[in-house]
């Protein structure tokens, strides 16, 4: 089997501030360690302010101060290049930026310049790493757009001439012209509502398997993973408590915090209200000691308040870390 | 960041060639043959417009007036190169007829225009009538008032036929500052209206013309004319600067900055502080005395002129107390610090008048005294500009003279000793009572005095007001200083104003006679409360004995010696009824530097005419000035 | 919405004309109101220092009177006024009569404008490229440097900065000229001497109003760029390794253009009042001096006219950015 | 509201030093209250000494102590420039937000009225104002005056943001949830132009005090009320500058600097904390 596309190992990424000598740490990343496979799509998962999104910077070095990495690497093995991301040059990550990784952002509604035409979009971020003349580039920008179904004229609009639906397809369009190796989307169908919601999955993922891509896919929503991802990842606290297929995780849970995000899916018939998590999530400035989740766990015992549960094998490629995984109740 | 780099070789080879050429102001002209001289005026709005005769249409101390006109007198405010009269284009003084009905003026032969004509009585005639005929012009009002007819028997006498007895007529073209101006017949003849005739460039009379000027009104380059000799002050020799420039140098810091840089050869008038700083850093530089206090005290009376028809000035005790509870030491640090020449009567102490007025009445000033309603008093302290020079003496030494007789010429003599405890019975006198330590007035309500001064126009006066209010209100008067920045004038003459820093009196200075100002205080021209009060009788003070006065003046000869006891007599009157509390003579800090020109009037070794450059008398200047190598 | 265009064009010309005429008008009252009088000014600088009789005023006044016009009462002259505007005369001046006030302006709008745009832009450019880089670069010394000192030049009151400028460049270090636009006794000729000569009296105007200027256009490009930075559609351009320069130029500066260019705009319209202080303390020609000493005077025919032109110069700018703003933000829509 | 004030303190060292700041001008203006002088009485102390333990700023050349002095003058001043900018800005933003928001004749109505106040020039009409009050003009109604005059320029910026604003989709959100007009600009869109308010705050201020600087170096002013620019009105008439007594416009310079400085950062930090997007990102994890 060749390489990861994706290793991210002991990756610990923290805010760190200082006003009048007070040193603050936001432990956002704490020793993280996943790898994303060629061609499969990844999910990522956790409520918010959990670290989905510091994770995500981290992978594609888009930190910025107070953010600082502590340890850890993130490596991409792209078909003819090894790069670590953390330690490559400006002009290194530059060359693989669109080209090999590319990106879907959040909230697609401000992603685009609003005072320029689309098509500069794709001029500024794909040009360089397709070469050819502008207007061969155009063409082929138009052919990428009419197989994604979208109409060429999108390219003269304003952004804000574009309904959201529209402008995160153009969004994912811009993010696959150059056929990247690599695409990290960031809640990209987050503001959108259910009907539009369902057509960029189905353009997601269907660009996917043409190109055969991979994907990291954040969404707090967990129906969402359930149809699009292969494998799923979820988070809380700073570190990824849980790692497995999709199917396997949604099947049989193994962390308690899991089993409560599947729990708290609507299902036809249900009637009973859902039970809520009491607590707030951990301030991650002072997190709580030994496992994160003890204070809002139904489980959590001595050693959960002690000790810091590994992230070990629970069964065939699905990872927890959580010292009751076996009496985690299965939905 | 190399950028900077190039910014900073950009800069220093930018000034490298600037410093050669900021040095030199001028364009063209060499240096040593030209004179610049500040044009108080500013910049000139019209620039353009050199037809002096029509009011307001253009600049006139632009070098105009100075170095291109000329009439038929001129009185210096100082001693004069050859008398304080000269009989410039006429050829001696004004004949009257006894009952001062007819003037006849001889005129002086062989002086031409500048473009060759030859000045006659045509051109006089000319100028008259056309002013006679024309509303507006500058002299039309004065001409159309007194002449009834005019004639020329021939070519070199002209004779004014008068409406009226005036013995004064010839006032009218005796340049004291300024005076009617002759026109030329055979330019403006052909020019149509003469209102709106630009009359650019000026054929002029002066030893001088017009060399080139900025549209923009920033500066005035007069050149020598090469047939000078037939000009009237070719009498006196050949004048000195080939070239004079009359510029705009700016705020007085500026001009101190442009004679450091001997840039500007005479400043007509900068802050006393300018003068010291000029007096301390550049050897060149000078004033009108050697030393302190420097500057030219003009024939003007700066004085505390309190608008008679308000009722709170209407009592004489009230207007005496104000002026006793003046410090006039005060006034002099805090206005001229120090540099003040001061003057307890209505006469400016300069020129003529201290030897005509402040000496003889030395004596009778001693012995004044005013009656308090409880005692008699002697408000005159003789020793004060004494006091003056001695208390500047200890940090300026020797610059302070030390004989009484030059402590007299620059600081003046005696003056009214403060004295709040006369000033309150007086006060009270007058009905009006302290409460507290307010004062009120008889119908109950504060005594409030505001004092309006120019401002910016007359820093310096606006200083003095402002120590002057400072002493009422330490009294217990509500005082405060108004500045009536840019509305002076129409307030001034409006009399829309209680009390103000201006001056109502203003002479000859080298002639003793006293109509120029005294005539407008005749009752005759007081306005009505509201209405403009023509100038210069601003307090709007009447007094039968004083019309008394005014009405002998009238029928007296200029030069008759009687003149002097009537000038006396109102001497005394506005002594007794303090009309005004005169303070001083407006000094004038006009600094000459020497580095190109030398022969520059002075107090002691060369008192021949007014330095101040403004003055259309600077034309004699011209004649005493020498390169200085 | 392209229908609605011309539609949107006629409403804001009828409201540029609504607010010159009411512009106009006011400043008519104004200048009106004033309680100077432009005859007693004149009767003043006739009579001040020299020989006087108090008799022939009375006869000067109401000659004067005839003269400048000044006769009928303010509803006549309010009519006469508008009579000339309309064919772009604003009559003799009051304190220069007769010569008129076009002539007048016209004599000191040339330097006005040149001394002017030429700052403003300069100015406005350099304020806005700092300004932009600062925000950008925020971590960068010689920026916030920069910063630092047009912040602490800002508020000093542009009188002394001028005047330190003119001490320094003009007496301790005398290599800049300090007084005038040209060499005096100088033909304007367009010669390259003029020019020279044009150029070097221009520096320290420039460059005083440019000291002071700089800080506005800086803090609040400097501002407007570290907001924009956070926007959503930078940090993606980042992600995709859209270069520096360009994301600079492109997204961040163009963004944040779109208001400094109103404020450009304005303060363009507003250079028709002159550089009051910078024409006082260089000796500068221009406008400013002009509408001072008409004020001074009571001359309301100067100040109006003055005052015209530049409402319609500020009217017109504030009209051409409205039409241009669609052009400038293609997020509001003409309405 | 107390809470944050302190935890902008201790946070934010921008906020703090800008309070600091004016805090110590303030001080400063506060000892007017105590100053052994009154303000307009002048050789009070010997003229044109340089600043000494005895004269922390030196004395004037009309004998008068700088520093109790400058006391006054910066309390004129600050007083001056914060009546302005309070009454300007309350004008900027309603005329701005409303015009923004309502669009259409609203508009165009007020906007026709803000730009009659744009175009008109202020130097004029604020000096026939001076002559046509004569002896009454004080520093107040001059700030009334220029109150009055100094909205405009902000309202119109305040107007475009509030444009933009509306087309986003909050605003829809808001009307169509039935929001009134007052509580959907109070309430979304005063936070997105309260940063701008606070900008054009100091640049209010800033302009303010110009003004009336220009206004006193040309004569334009009440000398009995000193002020920064009545202080430098002063040292002109006794050209301080050539004449080397550069205290006597160093000092107030230097506090006008401090005070504009101060109001900055202020200015600055109050935005972040203020703005949002700006807080989003900074607690975000």
Known sequence: ?331 | ?629 | MISGYPLYLLGRLGQFALVVFIGINIAFIVTHATPIDPVEQSIAAATQFGSTSPEAIALMRQSLKELYGLEGGLAEQYASFWRRVAVGDFGPSLSAFPTPVSVLIGRALPWTVSLLVVSTLLTWALGNLLGGLAGYYAKNRTLRLAGLLAMAFHPIPYYIVAFLLLIVFGYLWPVLPISGGYKMNMARDWSWEFIGSLLIHGILPVCSLALVGLGGWFMGMRSLVSNIVTEDYVTYAELGGVKRGRILGSYVMRNALVPQITGLAMSLGAIFNGAIITEQVFGYPGVGTLLVSAVHVGDYSLVLGITTVSIVAVSLAVLLIDLLYPLLDPRVKAR | ?285
């Open chain 2, 1 to 629: 960041m190399r950028i900077w780099r190039y910014i900073a070789m950009f800069l220093f080879v930018g000034c490298l060639a600037g410093e050669a050429s900021a040095q030199n102001t001028i364009s063209n002209l060499p240096r040593k043959e030209t004179l610049i001289v500040e044009n108080p005026e500013g910049t000139i709005k019209n620039a353009g417009w050199f037809n002096i005769w029509a009011i307001n249409a253009g600049g006139q101390s632009t070098g105009l007036h100075q170095l291109g006109m000329d009439t038929f007198w001129y009185i210096d405010p100082q001693k004069g190169v050859d008398g304080v009269w000269d009989n410039s284009l006429a050829a001696d003084k004004p004949i009257y007829n006894a009952d001062f009905t007819e003037m006849t003026v001889k005129l002086r032969k062989g002086i031409f225009w500048s473009d060759g004509v030859e000045f006659s009585a045509a051109d006089v005639l000319y100028t008259i009538q056309t002013h006679m005929k024309t509303n507006g012009l500058r002299w039309s009002a004065p001409v159309q008032v007194n002449v009834a007819e005019v004639s020329a028997p021939d070519d070199s006498t002209v004779v004014f036929k008068l409406k009226k007895p005036n013995s004064r007529f010839h006032a009218l073209f005796t340049v004291r500052w300024n005076a009617m101006w002759m026109m030329p017949k055979h330019v403006f003849e052909k020019a149509g209206d003469p209102l709106k005739f630009a009359n650019d460039p000026p054929v002029t009379l002066g030893a001088y013309t017009l060399n080139s000027y900025d549209p923009n009104g920033k500066w005035f380059i007069w050149q020598k004319r090469p047939d000078w000799q037939r000009t009237t002050v070719a009498r006196f020799g050949e004048p000195g600067p080939k070239y004079v420039a009359y510029v705009d140098p700016g705020p007085p810091d500026k001009r101190v900055i442009a004679q450091m840089n001997h840039e500007l050869d005479i400043i007509h008038d900068v802050s006393p502080e300018g003068m010291f700083t000029l007096a301390k850093q550049s050897k060149t530089s000078h004033g009108w005395f050697k030393g302190f206090p420097y500057a030219h005290p003009d024939p003007t009376l700066p004085a505390v002129v309190l608008n008679a028809q308000n009722e709170m000035f209407k009592s004489r005790d009230v207007r005496w107390a104000l002026a006793l509870l003046i410090d006039i030491k005060a006034v002099s640090m805090a206005s001229y610090r120090g540099a003040a020449t001061i003057s307890a009567i209505g006469v400016p102490p300069t020129g003529s008048a201290p030897d005509v007025y402040h000496a003889p009445l030395e004596a009778w000033l001693k012995d004044f005294e005013i009656d308090t309603g409880k005692r008699k008093v002697k408000p005159y302290d003789p020793t004060i500009g004494k006091q003056i020079a001695d208390s500047l003496r200890p940090s300026l030494g020797e610059q302070i003279p030390s004989s009484a007789d030059e402590i007299a010429k620059s600081f003046g003599r005696g003056w009214w000793k403060p004295n709040p405890q006369a000033a309150q019975e007086l006060l009270e006198r007058a009905g009006y009572s302290k409460k507290g330590d307010k004062w009120f007035m008889p119908d109950g309500k504060p005594f409030s005095i505001k004092l309006m001064v120019e401002g910016e126009g007359r820093p310096v006066m606006t200083r003095a007001g402002s120590m002057i209010t400072q002493q009422w209100r330490q009294f217990g008067i509500d005082a405060s200083t108004v500045v009536a920045q840019g509305s002076m004038v129409d307030r001034r003459a409006a009399g829309d104003f209680e009390a103000m820093i201006t001056w109502s009196v203003e002479t000859w200075g080298g002639h003793p006679d006293l109509s120029f100002f005294l005539d407008s205080w005749h009752s005759q021209f007081v306005a009505q409360p509201g209405k403009p009060q023509p100038p210069r009788n601003w307090q709007r003070w009447t007094n039968p004995e004083l019309d008394k006065i005014i009405e002998q003046v009238r029928q007296t000869g200029f030069d008759d010696p009687k003149g002097l006891e009537l000038g006396r007599d109102y001497v005394k009157l506005v002594v007794r009824e303090m009309p005004t509390i005169p303070l001083m003579s407006y000094n004038v800090f006009t600094v000459m530097d020497d580095t190109y020109w030398t022969g520059y009037p002075n107090a002691a070794t060369a008192p021949y005419t007014d330095p101040v450059p403004n003055w259309a008398n600077t034309k004699y200047m011209m004649v005493k000035l020498k390169p200085k190598q």
């Open chain 1, 1 to 331: 089997m060749s390489a990861p596309v994706l290793e991210v190992s002991g990756l610990r990424a923290y805010y760190r501030t200082s006003a009048f000598g007070t040193r603050r740490e936001v432990r956002a990343v704490d020793d993280v360690d996943l790898r994303i496979e060629a061609g499969e799509i990844y999910g990522l998962a956790g409520e918010s302010s959990c670290g989905k999104t510091t994770l995500i910077k981290t992978i594609a070095n888009a930190i910025q101060p107070p953010l600082e990495v502590l340890a850890g690497s993130v490596v991409f093995n792209f078909r003819d290049q090894r790069i670590d991301m953390h330690g490559a040059s400006r002009e290194e990550l530059r060359d693989i930026r669109w080209k090999r990784l590319s990106y879907i952002m959040q909230g697609s509604m401000n992603v685009l310049n609003p005072v320029r035409r689309v098509r500069h979009a794709f001029v500024d971020f794909a040009f360089r790493h397709i070469g050819r003349s502008k207007a061969e580039f155009l063409d082929i920008v138009r052919a990428h757009l009419r197989r994604l179904h979208l109409e060429p004229d999108v390219l003269d609009a304003y952004p804000h001439q574009l309904s959201g639906g529209m402008r995160q397809r153009v969004t994912i369009a811009l993010a696959t012209v150059c056929r990247p190796e690599f695409i990290i989307a960031d809640e990209p169908t987050t503001a959108l509502d259910v009907v539009v919601q369902k057509g960029v999955l189905a353009m997601i993922h269907s660009v996917q398997r043409e190109m055969g891509s991979s994907v990291i896919f954040v969404t707090h929503d967990m129906a969402v993973h359930a149809n699009l991802t292969d494998r799923l990842g979820i988070m809380y606290g700073g570190r990824l408590v849980e790692e497995g297929r999709t199917a396997d995780v949604f099947r049989r849970p193994r962390h308690p915090y899991t089993a409560h995000l599947i729990a708290s899916l609507p299902r036809l018939g249900d009637a009973a209200p859902k039970e809520g998590l009491t607590g707030a999530p951990p301030n991650l400035a002072d997190p709580p000691p030994g496992c994160r989740f003890h204070p809002r766990c139904p489980l959590a015992s001595d050693i959960c308040r002690r000790e810091v549960p590994p992230m070990t094998e629970r069964a065939p490629g699905h990872r927890a870390a959580c010292f009751h995984s076996d009496q985690v109740s299965p939905p």
């Open chain 4, 1 to 285: 509201m107390g809470r944050s004030f302190l935890d902008l303190l201790r946070l934010n060292r921008q906020f703090a030093a800008g309070v600091v700041l004016l805090s110590l001008v303030t001080l400063f203006a506060l000892l007017s209250f105590v100053s052994p002088y009154p303000p307009n009485d002048s050789f009070v102390v010997p003229p044109d000494l340089p600043p000494s333990w005895t004269n922390l700023m030196g004395t004037t050349s009309r004998g008068q102590d700088l520093f109790w002095l400058l006391t006054f003058a910066i309390r004129n001043t600050l007083l001056f420039g914060i009546t302005v900018a309070v009454i300007s800005r309350i004008l900027a933003l309603v005329i701005g937000l409303v015009a923004g928001y309502s669009g259409g004749l609203v508009d165009r109505a007020l906007m026709s009225i803000n730009d009659t106040f744009i175009v008109i020039p202020l130097f004029p009409i604020l000096v026939l104002f001076y002559f046509v009050m004569k002896d009454h003009m004080s520093w107040s109604l001059l700030a009334l005056m220029m109150a009055c005059l100094g909205w405009a320029y902000d309202a119109r910026l305040i107007r475009s943001v509030a444009l933009s604003l509306r087309t986003r989709e909050f605003t829809e959100t808001g009307i169509f949830s039935g929001m009134s007009m007052r509580r959907i600009l109070v309430e979304e869109h005063l936070p997105y132009v309260l940063p701008i308010v606070f900008s054009t705050t100091m640049n209010n201020i800033n302009w303010s005090i110009g003004f009336e600087v220009t206004l006193s170096v040309l004569g334009f002013t009440d000398i009995n009320t000193p002020t920064v620019g009545v202080l430098i009105y002063w040292a002109n008439q006794h050209t301080a500058l050539v004449a080397g007594i550069w205290w006597w416009i160093f000092f107030p310079v230097l506090l006008v600097i401090l005070t504009f400085i101060g109001l900055f950062l202020l200015a600055v930090s109050m935005n972040e904390h203020i703005d949002p997007r700006s807080r989003l990102g900074r607690s975000e994890g």
